[in-house]
């Protein structure tokens, strides 16, 4: 089996990172870059010596599979085109803007027997695979996620920016749909799109989790802490480790319970270059991808209700 030919549209801040380690993978030939900027397509061009293209349908009938990593408005029209023609997509995240959008993407996909994977990169984060053996059933769940300003992905807020990579994972620990959600939120810098958000979620399960994000923080954070019976994980995404503290001892039969510490060893990893090998891999194989097209539409739902709830108490407020 041969290198899958890849290509990549949009290539800002994060899409040269795509290009970037497509042209590094042994399993994929990077054909082309496209760009409307004329200037950073021919900068990434000239860096990974690949043709530079400024209408993405010149990669149509040249590629098996596409990076798609333009603003979220056009993440359809483009992801459609592709899928139609043929192409598997990953599709950065939040993959679309409305439920619809992602369900005609998910039809068409399946139409057309091609891999459609939304890109949640913190699946990939070696401090959330470390504990697949640990997580069991959460009953709560807190995560914050902040990060400083900066002046990209402006499209979308703060919960459909970064708010979702949380929404994302959670969803997938818990394994049960949300039943009731709580949120408020607010602009700052922005003027209109949310900066600083919180919700509640309570879900099936009987797990609730509490979920804070912001894009105008003074310094980073990407955490989750996670309580299950008789243990508690806390994850740190940024730093890519791991603390569980477990509790020993059976206090009915007599025992007095102890709390016991436990840091998990776990290899650094490239969380960019993993979800980019999964996806060659459900590409070569032609399985399931890691983080689907149902999975993206999932946790676009809740993200949405909470920015539909958002919005509707600022009305009220007259905000």
Do not use: W
């Amino acid at each position: 089996m041969g290198p899958v030919k890849v290509g990549v549209v949009g290539v800002g801040y994060l899409g040269k990172f795509h290009a970037e380690k497509y042209a590094g993978l042994p399993d994929a030939e990077l054909i082309g870059i496209v760009d409307t900027n004329e200037a950073a397509a021919e900068r990434i061009s000239r860096q990974l010596n690949v043709p530079a293209f400024a209408d993405y349908r010149a990669l149509l009938g040249k590629v098996e599979a596409v990076s798609i990593v333009v603003p979220t408005n056009c993440h359809h029209a483009i992801t459609k085109d592709f899928l139609l023609n043929g192409v598997d997509v990953l599709v950065e995240k939040p993959m679309t803007t409305t439920l619809a959008e992602a369900d005609e993407l998910i039809q068409i996909a399946k139409l057309k027997q091609r891999v459609l994977q939304v890109g949640h990169l913190e699946r990939f984060n070696s401090a959330l695979t470390a504990i697949a053996g640990i997580l069991g059933q959460p009953l709560f769940i807190e995560s914050h996620r902040l990060a400083p300003f900066k002046d990209r992905s402006m499209d979308v807020d703060v919960i459909l920016d970064i708010m979702i990579h949380d929404i994302d994972i959670i969803l997938n620990a818990t394994g049960s749909p949300a039943k009731a959600i709580h949120a408020v939120g607010v602009p700052i810098l922005s003027k209109e799109k949310n900066d600083i958000a919180n919700v509640r979620i309570e879900f099936e399960s009987g797990c609730v989790a509490n979920v804070s994000a912001s894009r105008i923080s003074a310094k980073e954070m990407r955490k989750i802490r996670i309580f299950q019976k008789d243990a508690y994980l806390s994850i740190d995404f940024a730093a890519q480790q791991v603390e569980v503290y477990r509790r020993h001892g059976l206090p009915d039969q007599g025992e007095i319970p102890q709390i016991v510490y436990e840091k998990i060893d776990i290899q650094q990893g490239d969380s960019l270059k993993k979800e980019i090998q999964s996806f060659l891999h459900a590409v070569q194989t032609r399985t399931e991808p890691v983080v689907s097209g149902e999975a993206g539409r999932n946790a676009l739902r809740v993200a949405l209700e909470i920015v539909t709830q958002v919005n509707a108490k600022k009305a009220f407020l007259n905000l």
